[in-house]
């Protein structure tokens, strides 16, 4: 299937949506193809279920992006919606992870197009399904569909700046799941386009607020727990601490990968407590190898995600997160010898 949206010759008015706390591959791939259908003289308006963090604010079209649990915006969204001639789904496996937004997606009558790279996609609730499971972003994803329809040298600046960053963020500034060679044949492609790579690397990894920084060798030295024996990590963050140091909900982005530099760690865990529901403990798994935090996700967590990056909830109090968390960990005991 050749990625050419004018074969929806009578599409003008597409919404792209993204999942609940959607990340740099959610808002980079967005508003990639964005940029994208505008120049195709479409219509696209990005919705997200919840709030982005501020280091991905730079984006090129990142204020035209309708948050809908935002009241002021919520009415926007929803007109928006209901006025959908397709919509795109993007970096995301199952219709829950559209969170607060759900309920409106799946109501729309247009017809819906998913582009994902997670596994095992739900094979019903989209018309349309490009799932790549082995490729690190759905950044990427939309590189290899604009490849194969001849139109990855014709890309705009800002979808290569937009492409970059997607892959870039998936990929841990391309230090996990970027073996595969032609990731760097599309990095090659969106540099030709004018990316400044050194620019968009600083623009999303040195924005940290004091207090993030502060909170995470507070976290490191006080609340990480090794497991030696696991060649494993537990760390926690409640909602407490986290006013404590003033920090807001994307300041804590990346912290679960911390641990995982230490020499022998196999998995790192992050209990965090949700900022909007205080008694949920929202986890991210993280492991490096063959330890498969996916199937842990969603066999103890109720999640899902990666082999390498998953996350899950538990409806608990952060003690008993804990216990549940170790019982997990024990189960697993033998793939962490
Ligand atoms: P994070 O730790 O960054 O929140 O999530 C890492 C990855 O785990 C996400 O990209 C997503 O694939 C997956 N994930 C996180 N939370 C959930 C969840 O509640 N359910 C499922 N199915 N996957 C999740
Ligand atoms: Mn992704």
């Given amino acids: 299937m050749i990625f050419d949206l004018t074969n929806f010759e009578l599409t003008n008015n597409v919404v792209i949506c993204a999942h609940v706390n959607p990340d740099g591959d959610a808002i980079g791939s967005s508003l990639a193809l964005k940029h994208y259908l505008e120049r195709k003289g479409k219509q696209a308006t990005i919705i997200v279920p919840n709030i982005f963090p501020d280091f991905l604010k730079w984006m090129p079209g990142a204020d035209s992006i309708l948050i809908y649990t935002n009241k002021k915006q919520q009415e926007q969204a929803k007109a928006a919606i209901e006025g959908a001639e397709l919509v795109i789904v993007c ?32 094979p019903d609730f989209c018309q349309l399904t490009f799932s790549e499971p082995e490729m690190s972003a759905t950044g990427e994803v939309i590189c290899h569909l604009l490849s194969k329809a001849g139109e990855l040298d014709d890309i705009s600046h800002d979808e290569a700046v937009c492409l970059y960053t997607a892959m870039m963020c ?26 400044d790579k050194d620019q968009i690397y600083r623009n999303v990894f040195y924005t940290a607020s004091e207090g993030r920084l502060r909170l995470q060798g507070f976290l490191l030295y006080v609340n990480m727990k090794v497991l030696h024996d696991r060649h494993t990590s537990i760390m926690t963050l409640t909602n407490e601490e986290r ?12 912290f679960v990968n911390i641990p995982l530099t230490m020499l022998g760690m196999r998995l790192s865990i992050f209990i965090n407590e949700d900022t909007e529901h205080p008694g949920t403990m929202k986890l991210s798994l993280r492991s490096i190898g ?48």
């Avoid at 006013?243 to 990346?254: H, I, P, S, W």
């Avoid at 996350?311 to 608990?316: P, Q, T």
Wanted: glycine share 10%.
């Fill in 290 to 337: 063959d330890f498969p935090c996916d199937q842990m996700a969603s066999r103890f967590f109720g999640g899902g995600g990666h082999k390498n990056a998953s996350g899950g909830k538990l409806h608990c109090s952060m003690p008993e997160a804990i216990e549940k968390v170790k019982a997990a960990i024990d189960f697993y005991a033998e793939m962490l010898k």
């Fill in 91 to 122: 970096d995301l496996n199952q219709p829950n992870r559209l969170g607060y937004m759900e309920q409106d997606i799946m109501a729309s009558k247009a017809p819906r197009i998913l582009i994902d790279h997670h596994l095992d996609p739900n």
């Fill in 243 to 254: 006013r404590r140091f003033k920090v807001k909900n994307g300041d804590t982005e990346g």
């Fill in 170 to 195: 998936d990929t841990g500034a391309f230090s996990f799941n970027s073996n595969r060679p032609i990731i760097y044949e599309y990095i090659s492609r969106l540099m030709a386009r004018g990316i």
